[in-house]
């Protein structure tokens, strides 16, 4: 058997008692009594009405209820050896891993930051080839298209002069 607690006084309510009211956003509520509805149901605040266990918590006055709540037992953690190696020796290791971790982990950022650069240098480097080999070949063609168009002014001056004195004969 479960027994709730009212939503408006705080009182214990019993199986088969009390009324149970549904708001519109589907949150329910439990009420010891039609009192405690119609104060809920007028907005009442529960911690301003003396008979409530709201206000009694609210204004310190039920005292001997504060004293009878057990205190909670804090765990305090004790830490042991194990069969054949002492606290001491166990915490060694512990600090032991700690540093190794970050000593690997520090390695690992360093090393990645080498790579990046080295496949920065890369990429620069390759860029620099591209831009060369492009310069290379336009400056090979600028020349061949200037022999070329040399080539075609020497052979209209031959050929005009052959014209020439083959009209003359």
């Known amino acids: 058997m479960k027994i709730e607690i009212c939503a408006f006084s705080g009182y214990k309510i019993r199986p088969?008692?009390?009324v149970r009211f549904v708001r519109m956003d589907g949150k329910p509520f439990l009420f010891a009594n039609k009192k405690c509805f119609s104060r809920f149901?007028?907005?009442r605040n529960?911690?301003?009405i003396?008979?409530?266990?709201?206000?009694?918590k609210a204004h310190r006055k039920n005292k001997s209820a504060l004293l009878k709540k057990k205190k909670t037992r804090r765990i305090v953690k004790k830490e042991r050896g194990i069969v054949g190696a002492s606290l001491d020796l166990i915490n060694a290791r512990?600090?032991?891993q700690k540093e190794m971790k970050t000593a690997t982990l520090r390695d690992q950022a360093i090393k990645e930051l080498k790579e990046r650069k080295r496949?920065?240098?890369l990429r620069r480097k390759k860029e620099r080839e591209e831009r060369r080999k492009k310069k290379k070949t336009t400056e090979k063609k600028d020349k061949k298209?200037?022999?070329r168009e040399q080539n075609k002014k020497s052979k209209n001056k031959f050929n005009t002069k052959q014209k020439?004195?083959?009209r003359k004969f």
């Open 16 to 18: 088969g008692r009390g």
């Open 41 to 43: 149901s007028h907005k």
């Open 46 to 48: 529960p911690r301003k």
């Open 50 to 56: 003396r008979w409530t266990q709201f206000y009694r």
């Open 94 to 96: 512990r600090q032991q």
């Open 119 to 121: 496949a920065k240098a």
């Open 145 to 147: 298209r200037t022999q």
């Open 164 to 166: 020439n004195i083959g």
